[in-house]
């Protein structure tokens, strides 16, 4: 959960772990958000990317997720990866997720809209975001944190344009480690 100032008025907005490590602390932010209401509280979901928002929106969706499964969702796995997730249809990986067992991660499969995801974000990705997206979630599924892979992706030069490229470079270095 972070606190944004917007015009001296705090509104605590609760983000995803990739949004957080993405934010600096007294640096301007867009975040698009998305506001549920309750008898009890009216709660702010935020995100630095409109795909983010869009998968947040999606897994609400599917029955048994509500935000706080969504927002652990997405701080385990980019939503490149998701996607290559639904396609492959993966339970295995979305087990490893804190908090999803075998059944929920078989209904998030059965229930989830991919496609519509796809079709929507894939306008939304440049070459060069993709193919470190690309990368992103490669690292992903060979067992690194997000907190290591997005340290790792920032290292990397932006005359490196090909995925399989920034893999090369990230594997060496985190080799070294």
Same mark, same amino acid.
């Given at each position: ?5 917007v ?6 907005i609760?983000v ?5 490590l993405?934010?600096t602390?007294g640096?301007?932010i867009l975040?698009?958000t998305?506001?549920? $209401?309750?008898? #009890?509280?009216h709660? &702010?979901?935020?995100? *630095?990317e409109?795909?983010?928002k869009? !998968?947040?929106q999606?897994?609400l ?7 706080k499964?969504?927002?652990?969702i997405?701080?385990?796995v980019?939503?490149p990866a ?9 339970v295995?990986?979305?087990?490893k997720?804190?908090?999803?067992g075998?059944k ?5 499969? $059965?229930?989830? #809209?991919g496609k519509? &995801?796809?079709?929507? *974000?894939?306008g939304?990705?440049?070459p !060069? ?14 067992g ?10 920032k ?5 490196v344009?090909?995925?399989d ?9 985190m080799?070294?480690?």
């Open positions: 959960m972070i606190t944004l100032d015009r001296d008025i705090g509104y605590e609760s995803p772990l990739p949004t957080c993405r934010l602390i640096q301007p975040l698009h998305h506001l549920i $209401v309750r008898e #009890d509280a709660t &702010l979901y935020g995100f *630095t409109p795909q983010e869009l !998968l947040f999606q897994l969706r599917v029955s048994g997720i509500g935000p499964s969504a927002l652990t997405m701080s385990g980019s939503v998701f996607i290559d997730i639904l396609q492959e249809k993966s295995d990986f979305l087990v997720i804190p908090g999803i075998k929920t991660a078989e209904r998030i499969l $059965v229930d989830f #809209d519509r &995801l796809i079709s929507e *974000t894939s939304l990705r440049t !060069l975001n993709a193919a470190k997206e690309d990368a992103h979630a490669a690292l992903i599924r060979l690194y944190s997000v907190k290591e892979t997005d340290a790792a992706l290292r990397v030069p932006d005359s344009t090909q995925s490229e920034i893999l090369k470079l990230i594997l060496k270095e080799a070294k480690w």
